[in-house]
């Protein structure tokens, strides 16, 4: 597991604190606390076993082992389990983005399977400044998020677009105008 420190950006989310709060960890122990509490935190990463080697507000790095709890009949790591691994690694890095005023939303995935996968699996996905700036600045929007797959031999098995949207987290308008309804 691989010990990176986390970047904090000006106005650092819930998720940002959280795993700054890690660093007072031992650093032979922080990739396994990191692991405990993002894993607890989403308990399918935790079940696929994720590692979630680098995180921070630019860039999130997230492993999958080839093992028998992720294979598929050819041995290999599960369609489902690649396409997992994409998904948390953009949502990660929007979740270290959005607003705490703000809710993150998988919108749209797209993946293309080009070729078998040869061992475990490694996902970086990335947001550029103005991406991030965005999310900063309003309380809704969406972004097409970057994330390369590559597996053991490098190769890139697979080929995904995600696009996250975020909205307000507190109630809607009309979640509040149902309930006056209710009430009256």
């Not at 995180?55 to 599960?78: L, S």
């Amino acid at each position: 597991m691989t010990h990176v420190a986390v970047s904090i950006p000006a106005n650092p989310n819930r998720l940002v604190r959280s795993l700054k709060q890690l660093e007072a960890v031992p650093a032979f122990a922080r990739g396994w606390a990191r692991n405990l509490v993002l894993r607890r935190a989403v308990p399918f990463t935790g079940t696929a076993r994720l590692d979630f080697a680098v995180m921070t507000p630019e860039r999130v790095e997230i492993a999958i082992a080839n093992e028998r709890r992720v294979q598929n009949h050819i041995k290999g790591v599960h369609a489902a389990a690649m396409t997992l691994l994409a998904e948390t690694a953009t949502g990660m890095v929007v979740g270290m983005n959005v607003r705490d005023d703000c809710l993150p939303l998988a919108k749209e995935l797209k993946v293309a399977f080009k070729k078998r996968a040869q061992g475990s699996l490694r996902a970086v996905a990335t947001l550029t400044p103005a991406q991030r700036a965005l999310m900063q600045q309003s309380d809704k929007g969406e972004v097409q998020v970057a994330v390369t797959v590559t597996d053991a031999s490098g190769a890139q098995p697979i080929e995904c677009e995600f696009t996250w949207a975020w909205i307000p987290s507190g109630p809607r308008k009309s979640d509040h105008a149902a309930r006056q309804i209710a009430a009256a």
